[in-house]
């Protein structure tokens, strides 16, 4: 059974960091290219980041450019979204999704960023 699980989001104050984790499961991890996507509150799906499924080439969304950071580590099955200097336009549920033979998504996690 196919599986992504999102952790790490929260409440974060302007400026503030966190890390995202995605954890995936039931299919061959390494051959998918992983991204996350974020939808905020009465907005569209937008892509944040990318990253290839070997060699770590990258794609950022201009939004978050300089600021976010993905990686990936295939032996543990796992993408990560590091996210520095966090804007209150952040605010959003984070979701990752897997881009292959089929494609697959998380539940996501909501990342709120507010003082």
């Known amino acids: 059974q196919v599986q992504l699980v999102e952790s790490g989001g929260g409440l974060v104050q302007p400026g503030g960091s966190l890390r995202l984790s995605c954890a995936a499961s039931g299919f061959t991890f390494s051959t998918y290219v992983m991204r996350w996507y974020r939808r905020a509150p009465g907005g569209e799906r937008e892509l944040v980041a990318a990253?290839?499924?070997?060699?770590?080439?990258?794609n950022y969304a201009d939004s978050v450019k300089g600021r976010f950071t993905i990686s990936r580590d295939n032996a543990k099955n796992t993408v990560y979204l590091q996210m520095n200097s966090l804007k209150p336009e952040d605010t959003a549920v984070y979701y990752c999704?897997?881009?292959?033979?089929?494609?697959?998504w998380g539940q996501g996690t909501q990342v709120t960023v507010s003082s």
């Open positions: 990253i290839a499924s070997i060699g770590g080439i990258t």
């Open positions: 999704g897997a881009k292959g033979y089929y494609d697959y």
